[in-house]
């Protein structure tokens, strides 16, 4: 695996896209939106982890092994939230004693 | 071995053939571990989910206790210090020295101030009873056991991201001490970077911890 090697100007420009999602986020948050705030903050705080991942831990250029591994987190996660969530929403629908 | 005439790299593990495949390893151990500590935060993050689609009057009251200003100003602290992160382990890529160790030090002091603000923070809902247990105190009488559960999130999740910045401190402070000592060359600066990805993934935990506690229905 050759390595890659980013140059400091390339970081400062990631770190500069960092900051102007913070502000927006911050802005967003000022605006009624109605149920789409919570979409829009959560839009902003992926994009900003997507950009925190692929570039300042470097896995744009890391090999698929890596690539995989970090998929997975969000594999698992989505498992979590979701069992959970149907777990939760559905008790309602049944009128059972135990609920 | 390629052959038995040049000496190993002092940094190389016995068990290991190439400094190149012993960083792979390191890196996708390190990884494998932040996997877990995703589902490690991710129950937290459940926990929130469930009760803010439950109560989610209770949530947009108690979050206006917290200070955007002072949240938004330390998520420009941490991102500012994934930046120095960042550019501590390019300059473990091109072996410089010094410009590890000045990385390195300005990530632990962004770090300290990350931490100074979060004590001013908790002092000030210490100081206004909006700790949970007998002296929690909600101006609603009508939502306050509810909005001590947000309280209890608010204080499980950040005081938990605040342990691994402390532990990521001290993570720092081994680096910068071996950097110092000019362990570090463009061949072997594996700490380095595994290092930069835990501290990375503090700020990520934070990227989400910002927005869903600190701005909870302020429009």
């Known amino acids: 695996m050759s390595e890659h090697i980013a140059s400091k100007g390339f970081y400062v420009v990631i770190f500069a896209a960092l900051m102007v999602l913070t502000g927006m986020t911050v802005a967003v948050t000022y605006m009624d939106l109605g149920p789409a705030n919570l979409v829009v903050a959560m839009g902003i705080a992926v994009t900003k982890a997507l950009l925190v991942v692929l570039f300042f831990m470097h896995v744009w250029w890391s090999d698929r092994l890596v690539k995989v591994t970090v998929a997975t987190s969000v594999v698992f996660l989505l498992f979590l939230f979701g069992f959970t969530l149907a777990d939760y929403f559905s008790r309602g629908l049944l009128g059972v004693a135990g609920r | ?219």
């Open chain 2, 1 to 219: 071995m390629p052959n038995g005439h040049a000496a190993p790299h002092p940094s190389l593990q016995h068990h290991f053939d190439t400094l190149e495949q012993q960083k792979d390893a390191s890196t996708f151990g390190m990884w494998v571990f932040l996997v877990t500590e995703v589902l490690f935060f991710g129950g937290m993050f459940m926990a929130y989910i469930l009760y803010r689609t439950w109560y989610p009057d209770a949530w947009m009251a108690a979050s206006h206790h917290l200070d955007v200003v002072l949240g938004a100003a330390n998520t420009a602290v941490l991102i500012l210090s994934s930046l120095t992160m960042a550019l501590a382990v390019n300059q473990g890529q091109l072996g410089r020295r010094n410009g590890q160790v000045i990385f390195l030090i300005a990530t632990m002091v962004l770090g300290a101030v990350f931490l100074g603000v979060k004590v001013v923070e908790y002092s000030d809902k210490f100081a206004h009873q909006l700790v949970p247990g007998p002296n929690f105190r909600f101006e609603d009488a009508s939502v306050a056991r509810q909005a001590q559960i947000f309280f209890s999130l608010y204080f499980a999740m950040t005081g938990m991201h605040a342990v691994h910045m402390i532990i990521g401190e001290g993570i720092m402070l081994y680096l910068l001490v071996r950097a110092w000592k000019g362990h570090f060359t463009a061949q072997y600066y594996t700490p380095v970077e595994i290092g930069g990805l835990y501290w990375h993934f503090v700020d990520i935990v934070w990227i989400f911890l910002f927005p869903l506690l600190y701005l909870v229905g302020h429009h």
